[in-house]
């Protein structure tokens, strides 16, 4: 089947600092999802990106679908973005299915 | 203004009862989905309507059965239910292209 795998798994970071996190899929995607899974488990959108470069703030994201990979950049973190970040797609000739990846789980110290 | 909305917030039951679980979307989306996350956090789609017709049947229990009132309305029904069933249930729609979730049902059977 499909596979969607998000990498690392856990990420510690201190106020301020970058990150990058990564996406990588096994097929041809339709469409590509970034979310953020905030501590009181709501799912929050972030990019809507299934090819390209979006930036909105201190988040940005990049999906180069011919090559099976998108990254979303953090910038000059802070505590309030600790959660998971999921990254989901839709493939094939299914357009609604959306395959999560396993999630980044992010702790942002002050 | 509430876009996916579910109710209710929090479901304790015991093993055996059976259950709904309401989703109603004000976006004008045409598609409506429920996903399950369980306790690893991980996503998986379960069903989806289209203008109230099943289009995605993962291999769920058939205990879980969606029924679609209308086009804003996804309700998730649940017969005799197991302590595997014990998850968050998500509710999203769409159009063609992104999809919007709601705030998630915490499901706890006893």
């Known amino acids: 089947g499909i596979q969607v795998e998000q990498s690392p798994p856990d990420l510690i970071l201190q106020e301020g600092a970058n990150s990058t996190l990564r996406c990588n899929f096994s097929d041809s995607v339709n469409n590509l999802q970034w979310f953020h899974q905030n501590p009181w488990g709501q799912l929050i959108n972030l990019f809507y990106?299934?090819?390209g470069t979006k930036q909105n703030g201190r988040l940005s994201a990049t999906t180069v679908a011919t090559e099976r990979y998108s990254l979303l950049y953090i910038s000059s973190s802070q505590t309030t973005d600790s959660g998971v970040y999921f990254c989901a797609g839709t493939f094939g000739g299914s357009q609604g299915n959306l395959i999560f990846g396993k999630g980044t789980k992010l702790s942002v110290k002050p | 203004d509430t876009a996916v909305s579910q109710t209710p917030k929090y479901l304790v039951t015991q093993m055996g009862n059976d259950k709904s679980i309401k989703c109603e979307q004000n976006?004008?989306?045409?598609?409506m989905y429920w996903y399950k996350q369980d306790s690893k956090k991980f996503l998986k789609i379960m069903f989806s309507y289209n203008n109230k017709e099943l289009i995605i049947n993962e291999t769920v229990p058939n205990r879980f059965s969606p029924k679609s009132p209308d086009k804003a309305h996804l309700n998730l029904h649940i017969n005799s239910l197991e302590l595997g069933d014990s998850a968050v249930y998500f509710c999203?729609?769409?159009?063609?292209?992104?999809?919007?979730f709601g705030p998630g049902t915490r499901l706890t059977v006893l």
């Open positions: 999203a729609s769409s159009n063609v292209g992104e999809q919007f």
């Open positions: 976006l004008g989306h045409d598609t």
């Open positions: 990106i299934p090819s």
